[in-house]
């Protein structure tokens, strides 16, 4: 069976030290929506405010905003900036994503109907 893009997902973001239930992780359209939203906001922040508020844990904020509509789960990922900074955080989860989505898209799917190549040609493997 196919690994999926949230089996992947959830396995490079527990390298991060980040833990998430593949079944928590939507679908990969939707996580990108959500997280766009969030990286667009971030442009709109001037280098001041990074500067006072670059160690703080705005995911309260970020909830209350409505950011994490989309992927609720996405709260606990942010939530106590694990990699130290909100956006050394914010990379590791966008290089999570970026990682599952090449590797879902990598991932053997069979043939048409579910059928492996083995049930197509009459044999099987060794």
């Known amino acids: 069976m196919a690994r999926t893009f949230q089996d992947f997902c959830s396995e490079n973001l527990a390298q991060f030290g980040m833990s998430i239930a593949p079944s928590d992780i939507p679908d990969y359209d939707t996580v990108r929506a959500v997280l766009t939203k969030i ?67 990598d991932e053997p799917t069979g043939l048409p109907g579910g059928t492996g190549i083995d049930d197509v040609i009459g044999e099987t493997s060794p």
């Open 39 to 105: 990286l667009q906001w971030t442009t709109t922040v001037d280098d001041v405010t990074w500067s006072i508020i670059r160690g703080a844990d705005l995911s309260d904020g970020l909830w209350y905003a409505g950011f994490f509509e989309g992927w609720p789960g996405l709260y606990q990922l942010y939530k106590g900036n694990s990699a130290g900074t909100y956006v050394d955080t914010q990379n590791n989860i966008v290089t999570c994503v970026d990682h599952a989505r090449h590797q879902a898209a």
